[in-house]
């Protein structure tokens, strides 16, 4: 299996539960993460990612970490300081429409947004409202072009969105898709050479479906021109993946992968969680569970059932913790307190 990766985790598309995966996975194989300085959360989003800000990075020894996986905005020479050559470099990507109403959502207090009721408001007039030089402006405009480390109000000619796709295949080994989450896990586990348990998961920091409300076509047309390289990084490695799928896997195999993968997801909901799924934050009985509630989005958590085995409680606990705790847990492990 391989240990060394890189998971570039874009914002609002599934990349909490890919994280999970990843914190579950290092912390059973005893591997070392690039943690923030200080055990933040961010590694200094939304500048460009400096190797300075990993917690334990210096120029003069060359200890490198096993998993980079924090939020960050991407810059390669940078992360190669902390990471090692032998690295797998991957990312998560989701359609720009949807990417854009969960934007709006959760980060309903950027600049852009604050100001709008709506997002059919806010593509009416965008410029009304959105500010290229503000210091948030990309949770306005091409979030996934901002995160890979490019310029977000960067012209669209057929030469600049070449030359920036073939950057992105450069530097990074796949991409996966969020709304196909099953068959890019398969994809996972099948490149990383991991088993099935190790790519199973429970989706982590999703929205109440109340919050959520379908777009008219008039208004999905502007978000695609209004986020024009998203759109164009998200169509062409949409169309990469399943043509690796057919390549690497093949659809039968992948539908067999798919179903065991499911059963599987299934039958651990079944041990681990009571009821049957994730529920309201205020329904949350350990408060440890509970997943920090951002914007105008309602975190969704689990409740585990009571009385599990200790090996057991342990494994489902891992699968429900939220990021931030998970993070901060493994960091306390990797970086222990001075006794006092």
């Keep these: 299996p391989k240990t060394d990766i890189v998971f570039l985790k874009v914002h609002k598309s599934a990349s909490s539960t890919v994280m999970n995966i990843l914190f579950r996975f290092g912390e059973t194989h005893n591997l070392t993460f690039a943690f923030p300085q200080g055990g933040g959360f961010q590694l200094y989003y939304p500048y460009h990612f400096l190797a300075r800000f990993v917690q334990g990075f210096s120029p003069l020894s060359p200890r490198r970490f096993n998993i980079l996986c924090h939020h960050m905005r991407f810059l390669q020479p940078e992360v190669q300081k902390v990471v090692p050559s032998s690295a797998v470099y991957f990312s998560i990507l989701r359609n720009p429409v949807q990417l ?62 070449q030359l920036m796709l073939r950057a992105i295949e450069a530097s990074f080994d796949f991409l996966l898709i969020s709304e196909y989450f099953d068959e890019s896990m398969v994809l996972l586990k099948e490149m990383l050479c ?16 109340s919050t959520k409300s379908p777009l008219p076509d008039s208004v999905v047309e502007k978000l695609k021109a209004w986020n024009r390289l998203d759109w ?105 307190p001075p006794p006092t």
Excluded at 125 to 130: A, M, N, V
Excluded at 194 to 209: A, G, Q, Y
């Design 100 to 161: 854009m109403e969960s934007s709006f959502v959760y980060y309903k207090g950027a600049s852009a947004f604050s100001r709008v009721r709506s997002l059919e408001e806010f593509l009416r007039q965008p410029y009304r409202y959105y500010n290229p030089a503000s210091g948030d402006r990309h949770y306005a405009r091409n979030l996934m072009t901002f995160d890979f480390g490019f310029n977000p109000d960067g012209e669209v000619s057929p030469e600049r969105v």
């Design 194 to 209: 991991w088993d099935l348990d190790s790519v199973v998961s429970f989706p982590l920091n999703t929205r109440d479906s």
């Design 232 to 336: 164009e990084i998200y169509t062409h490695f949409n169309r990469t993946f399943w043509a690796r799928i057919e390549r690497d896997i093949g659809r039968e195999r992948m539908r067999r992968e798919v179903k065991a993968l499911r059963e599987r997801q299934a039958e651990l909901a079944r041990t681990c969680l009571q009821g049957t799924g994730s529920v309201a934050p205020k329904d949350i009985q350990d408060s440890s569970l509970r997943p920090l509630q951002h914007g105008g989005a309602r975190i969704l958590g689990y409740n585990l059932k009571q009385g599990l085995d200790e090996e057991l409680e342990r494994t489902c606990r891992r699968l429900v913790t939220p990021e931030l705790q998970y993070s901060s847990l493994l960091y306390k492990k990797q970086f222990p």
